[in-house]
């Protein structure tokens, strides 16, 4: 073997990125294997015609300078490299009984909101929103201690007592400490389509870092796309010694009695490496490694866990401004509920039966954050719903382009409904389904947060583990914790190097 | 920008890249497959499916190569759409490597019969 790295990654997602940097701040030195074109998994951007686009929902929880999320942003040495651009407000809630928009960082204007519509529960807003910020600080508190890992984990019952306490419910059964009304705790999380499940089912470990985080210090978008940050780590990871290989892909991870010996590489052949820590999925890293070498009862265990549901996103390119589409200058994305439970919602969205009058969706107002990216006097939005995988890897190429069809042409009219005239302004129009979620990242079934964030699938204990039964075989990124999310990945990039590096 | 098939295709054509294409951008041969560069939107998927290593992207052509550009242009106004992957041709392990195939190109399009071949776009 000619080569040899400290750590070598498979898949450049951003969970990759961030712990390469950080290692390679450390002084080892690593290799990043990318089976794609350009670097950052769902942190890239594409180009149609002259407008580009974000792939993914493209919103960063609380980073600013001095929070708690901008620590991860500094620790892989981007701070300076990146412009974080702020949404204007969090998001709009749109139901038939109720209508509410989050402003940026104004937890107590979103509390006044409630009270106008709950007016009977202001007591309980208000004891929920402080003890989840008390939850938000004792989370804070474990995660960016500078206390060796196992010293956090020993001290965490008397610390940070809170994670404990309410890291294995349900958001569900924690709002419902405080209160019994279903459509507020429905309301409290609007934004459940970021994490992938309903309240009832949703883990609040999970749910609760972000929740606060955004209302507290608010939503972020990166100027010139997530590309941007996705390539300033490239550029950190390179100005330390280390190598990033595109439009390579590793064909096998190798091991010798139980440990990494390293990975054959598409461009570089054998690479001898000490660690391989994979950003893929762990049903791919078990494939490339050999089910031989994992015990019976891990692969076993590894098959009940549950995927996280997939999603369908729309990207207009608009050859006019949004204003002229009666779209203000302070619209992030709007949220549009239907008047059925989550739960409902989840069943026909398992199911694929999507429809405004069963199914959530959202209109995400691109342009109006970083008209940087698409030309002057232009406009970019986006239009998404969740979907469960249903047939959409087994159709035949003509069966699925008319199903892709069917849904961008349900969505726009929905769209249209909310924007008149839309259809005659779009100038470019794409759109990403559960097979073209597969096709980029190969996850089984479209799966776009890893594994379900449910209460036995969430949570440091729970999480599928960042440490295989190989010696020296780490997985960091969406299927292990924290979970997806461009802060959830990057924190998990930041655990296992705390962790195991 | 956009992606080009080159000699070691011609005579193998494999057409694994066609499956993974998400703009249906591939022209179907006799004896090899294009990209329509009107159509390609630099994705890169089908580079590592092809087992010759025959698609580069345009901005890594060289003066070897260069004139499969033209090439893919112009047999993609000829070709049918191929949207789903065919079997390989019979003999390709007897052309797998072989250097400078280019004179073995059929330009001419089989003919299409759109019942049989439903591995191609009849639009």
């Given at each position: 073997?000619?080569?040899?790295?400290?750590?070598?990654?498979?898949?450049?997602?951003?969970?990759?990125?961030?712990?390469?940097?950080?290692?390679?701040?450390?002084?080892?030195?690593?290799?990043?294997?990318?089976?794609?074109?350009?670097?950052?998994?769902?942190?890239?951007?594409?180009?149609?015609?002259?407008?580009?686009?974000?792939?993914?929902?493209?919103?960063?929880?609380?980073?600013?300078?001095?929070?708690?999320?901008?620590?991860?942003?500094?620790?892989?040495?981007?701070?300076?490299?990146?412009?974080?651009?702020?949404?204007?407000?969090?998001?709009?809630?749109?139901?038939?009984?109720?209508?509410?928009?989050?402003?940026?960082?104004?937890?107590?204007?979103y509390k006044n909101a409630l009270f106008r519509f709950f007016p009977e529960e202001t007591?309980?807003?208000?004891?929920?929103?402080?003890?989840?910020?008390?939850?938000?600080?004792?989370?804070?508190?474990?995660?960016?201690?500078?206390?060796?890992?196992?010293?956090?984990?020993?001290?965490?019952?008397?610390?940070?007592?809170?994670?404990?306490?309410?890291?294995?419910?349900?958001?569900?059964?924690?709002?419902?400490?405080?209160?019994?009304?279903?459509?507020?705790?429905?309301?409290?999380?609007?934004?459940?389509?970021?994490?992938?499940?309903?309240?009832?089912?949703?883990?609040?470990?999970?749910?609760?870092?972000?929740?606060?985080?955004?209302?507290?210090?608010?939503?972020?978008?990166?100027?010139?796309?997530?590309?941007?940050?996705?390539?300033?780590?490239?550029?950190?990871?390179?100005?330390?010694?280390?190598?990033v290989e595109l439009e390579s892909a590793v064909q096998r991870i190798v091991t010798s009695?139980?440990?990494?010996?390293?990975?054959?590489?598409?461009?570089?052949?054998?690479?001898?490496?000490?660690?391989?820590?994979?950003?893929?999925?762990?049903?791919?890293?078990?494939?490339?490694?050999?089910?031989?070498?994992?015990?019976?009862?891990?692969?076993?265990?590894?098959?009940?866990?549950?995927?996280?549901?997939?999603?369908?996103?729309?990207?207009?390119?608009?050859?006019?401004?949004?204003?002229?589409?009666?779209?203000?200058?302070?619209?992030?994305?709007?949220?549009?509920?239907?008047?059925?439970?989550?739960?409902?919602?989840?069943?026909?969205?398992?199911?694929?039966?999507?429809?405004?009058?069963?199914?959530?969706?959202?209109?995400?107002?691109?342009?109006?954050?970083?008209?940087?990216?698409?030309?002057?006097?232009?406009?970019?939005?986006?239009?998404?719903?969740?979907?469960?995988?249903?047939?959409?890897?087994?159709?035949?190429?003509?069966?699925?382009?008319?199903?892709?069809?069917?849904?961008?042409?349900?969505?726009?009219?929905?769209?249209?409904?909310?924007?008149?005239?839309?259809?005659?302004?779009?100038?470019?129009?794409?759109?990403?389904?559960?097979?073209?979620?597969?096709?980029?990242?190969?996850?089984?079934?479209?799966?776009?947060?890893?594994?379900?964030?449910?209460?036995?699938?969430?949570?440091?204990?729970?999480?599928?583990?960042?440490?295989?039964?190989?010696?020296?075989?780490?997985?960091?990124?969406?299927?292990?914790?924290?979970?997806?999310?461009?802060?959830?990945?990057?924190?998990?990039?930041?655990?296992?190097?705390?962790?195991?590096? | 920008?956009?992606?080009?098939?080159?000699?070691?295709?011609?005579?193998?054509?494999?057409?694994?890249?066609?499956?993974?294409?998400?703009?249906?951008?591939?022209?179907?041969?006799?004896?090899?497959?294009?990209?329509?560069?009107?159509?390609?939107?630099?994705?890169?998927?089908?580079?590592?499916?092809?087992?010759?290593?025959?698609?580069?992207?345009?901005?890594?052509?060289?003066?070897?190569?260069?004139?499969?550009?033209?090439?893919?242009?112009?047999?993609?106004?000829?070709?049918?759409?191929?949207?789903?992957?065919?079997?390989?041709?019979?003999?390709?392990?007897?052309?797998?490597?072989?250097?400078?195939?280019?004179?073995?190109?059929?330009?001419?399009?089989?003919?299409?019969?759109?019942?049989?071949?439903?591995?191609?776009?009849?639009?």
């Amino acid at each position: 073997m000619s080569h040899e790295y400290d750590t070598v990654f498979v898949g450049a997602g951003l969970g990759a990125l961030a712990s390469a940097s950080l290692m390679a701040q450390r002084g080892q030195k690593v290799l990043v294997v990318e089976k794609h074109n350009i670097p950052g998994g769902y942190a890239s951007n594409f180009r149609r015609k002259d407008f580009t686009f974000d792939v993914s929902l493209h919103s960063f929880d609380g980073v600013m300078r001095g929070g708690h999320s901008f620590k991860v942003i500094e620790a892989c040495g981007v701070a300076d490299k990146v412009e974080f651009l702020h949404h204007p407000t969090l998001y709009r809630y749109r139901a038939d009984d109720i209508d509410i928009t989050v402003g940026h960082r104004d937890l107590e204007g979103y509390k006044n909101a409630l009270f106008r519509f709950f007016p009977e529960e202001t007591d309980n807003i208000n004891r929920l929103f402080a003890e989840s910020r008390r939850n938000y600080q004792d989370l804070c508190g474990f995660l960016y201690s500078r206390k060796p890992f196992w010293m956090r984990l020993v001290a965490t019952p008397m610390v940070y007592p809170r994670v404990l306490r309410y890291g294995h419910e349900t958001v569900d059964a924690y709002f419902s400490r405080f209160t019994a009304n279903e459509r507020l705790k429905e309301v409290l999380s609007a934004q459940w389509s970021y994490y992938g499940l309903p309240a009832k089912d949703l883990a609040f470990g999970y749910f609760s870092y972000p929740f606060i985080d955004y209302l507290d210090h608010g939503g972020y978008s990166i100027k010139g796309g997530s590309q941007a940050l996705s390539q300033a780590l490239v550029e950190v990871i390179e100005a330390h010694g280390g190598r990033v290989e595109l439009e390579s892909a590793v064909q096998r991870i190798v091991t010798s009695r139980g440990r990494i010996k390293g990975v054959v590489t598409r461009k570089s052949g054998e690479v001898r490496a000490r660690n391989v820590v994979a950003n893929i999925s762990p049903q791919a890293v078990v494939a490339l490694t050999g089910e031989e070498h994992f015990a019976p009862r891990y692969l076993s265990r590894l098959r009940e866990q549950k995927l996280s549901v997939s999603g369908f996103q729309v990207y207009l390119g608009l050859d006019c401004p949004l204003s002229e589409l009666g779209v203000g200058a302070e619209d992030y994305i709007h949220f549009f509920a239907p008047p059925k439970t989550q739960r409902e919602q989840f069943e026909h969205i398992k199911a694929g039966e999507l429809h405004p009058d069963n199914t959530s969706w959202s209109i995400n107002y691109f342009s109006n954050i970083d008209p940087s990216m698409v030309p002057v006097g232009k406009s970019s939005l986006g239009l998404f719903t969740l979907t469960g995988p249903s047939e959409w890897h087994s159709l035949s190429k003509l069966e699925y382009r008319r199903k892709k069809q069917a849904l961008t042409d349900l969505l726009i009219d929905n769209a249209e409904r909310v924007m008149p005239g839309l259809r005659q302004h779009i100038e470019v129009c794409e759109a990403g389904s559960p097979r073209t979620m597969s096709k980029f990242t190969q996850n089984p079934e479209g799966a776009i947060y890893g594994f379900e964030q449910t209460t036995r699938q969430s949570g440091l204990f729970n999480r599928f583990p960042q440490k295989y039964p190989v010696k020296g075989l780490y997985q960091v990124g969406a299927w292990t914790f924290p979970g997806a999310g461009f802060i959830g990945t990057m924190l998990s990039a930041r655990v296992l190097v705390d962790r195991y590096f | 920008m956009t992606y080009v098939v080159t000699d070691n295709c011609i005579r193998c054509r494999h057409t694994n890249c066609v499956d993974i294409c998400p703009a249906d951008a591939f022209h179907l041969g006799p004896n090899f497959i294009v990209i329509n560069p009107q159509e390609c939107v630099d994705c890169g998927l089908c580079l590592p499916e092809c087992p010759e290593a025959a698609i580069t992207p345009e901005n890594q052509l060289d003066d070897s190569n260069r004139h499969f550009l033209d090439l893919n242009a112009t047999l993609a106004e000829h070709w049918p759409v191929i949207l789903q992957r065919i079997p390989a041709l019979e003999d390709h392990p007897q052309w797998s490597g072989v250097p400078n195939k280019l004179p073995h190109l059929i330009h001419e399009a089989d003919p299409v019969d759109p019942v049989r071949d439903t591995h191609l776009a009849h639009a």
